[in-house]
């Protein structure tokens, strides 16, 4: 059994689809780039394997037991919430914690070292709300850290983060992948997927090409999804094909 298997997968709003018919697997400790052009549904398609958005039509299917963490889009992010960079960070543990359990003194040492592996060292107490758009998104690394997922997903974890930042959080991409956990993520900066991503869905609605990052990411398959995606009625009735 794969990681994520998706069967003829239709996914959208108020019945309105916007990807549509997309089949494949995800194989168990593969790391995979979802890109596409703006509107492309690359977020949809993540929303509905983290189970946030129900099938249109087809089938999700995750292999069971696996532990799923999600970091949605920054923008979709509260970020006046009054919370210290320690507690969000803490909020990794819940799965072992519980809601409201207690944080003993190991879970204390495991969310230093979480804050310290991300950098973020010294910032435990600041508010969530005073941090920068790269310090936030450390802070949320060091969250998934304690989650221990087998399966993470990441919606657009780079896109308006500096240079420095970008480096240090793909580092711990690539350490995730060397522990064989499943990563899947949403990307814009086609670099950097050919660099690090050896798997990926090119997505334009519905699937452009998927597989090995060399052979997807051609400059043919890049028109053609523009064109797709630019082709493609949102409008649209619900699916006919
Ligand atoms: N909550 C929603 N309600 C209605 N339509 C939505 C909603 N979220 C997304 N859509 C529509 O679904 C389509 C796909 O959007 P999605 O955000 O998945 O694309 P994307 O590939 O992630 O785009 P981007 O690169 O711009 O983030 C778009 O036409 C969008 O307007």
């Given at each position: 059994m794969p990681a994520i298997r998706l069967t003829d997968l239709t996914l959208g709003y108020d019945r309105h689809p916007a990807v549509h018919h997309v089949s494949g697997e995800i194989a168990r400790g593969s790391l995979t780039a979802i890109v596409g052009p703006n509107g492309a549904g690359k977020s949809t398609l993540l929303k509905g394997i983290a189970g946030a958005l129900s099938p249109l039509g087809g089938a999700i299917a995750l292999q069971k037991g696996q532990r799923l963490a999600y970091l949605p889009q920054s923008a979709e992010l509260d970020?006046?919430?009054?919370?210290?960079?320690?507690?969000?960070?803490?909020?990794?543990?819940?799965?072992?914690?519980?809601?409201?359990?207690?944080?003993?003194?190991?879970?204390?040492?495991?969310?230093?070292?979480?804050?310290?592996?991300?950098?973020?060292t010294g910032f435990e107490r600041r508010s969530i709300g005073t941090l920068s758009g790269g310090q936030m998104q450390r802070a949320l690394f060091a969250r998934l850290l304690l989650q221990d997922a087998d399966l993470i997903l990441l919606d657009e974890p780079f896109t308006a983060i500096?240079?420095?930042?970008?480096?240090?959080?793909?580092?711990?991409?690539?350490?995730?992948?060397?522990?064989?956990?499943?990563?899947?993520?949403?990307?814009?900066?086609?670099?950097?997927?050919?660099?690090?991503?050896?798997?990926?869905?090119?997505?334009?609605?519905?699937?452009v090409a998927w597989g090995q990052t060399g052979e997807v990411l051609t400059s043919g398959n890049l028109l053609k999804?523009?064109?797709?995606?630019?082709?493609?009625?949102?409008?649209?009735?619900?699916?006919?094909?």
């Open positions: 970020r006046s919430f009054p919370i210290h960079v320690y507690d969000l960070v803490a909020m990794g543990l819940w799965t072992s914690a519980g809601i409201f359990g207690r944080i003993g003194l190991g879970q204390r040492a495991r969310i230093e070292a979480a804050i310290a592996a991300v950098g973020l500096d240079a420095r930042t970008t480096a240090d959080l793909l580092e711990l991409v690539q350490r995730w992948h060397g522990e064989k956990r499943t990563v899947v993520a949403v990307l814009h900066d086609i670099e950097t997927v050919k660099r690090a991503f050896p798997q990926t869905l090119l997505l334009a609605r519905e699937t999804a523009r064109h797709m995606v630019e082709a493609f009625d949102s409008h649209a009735p619900a699916c006919a094909a």
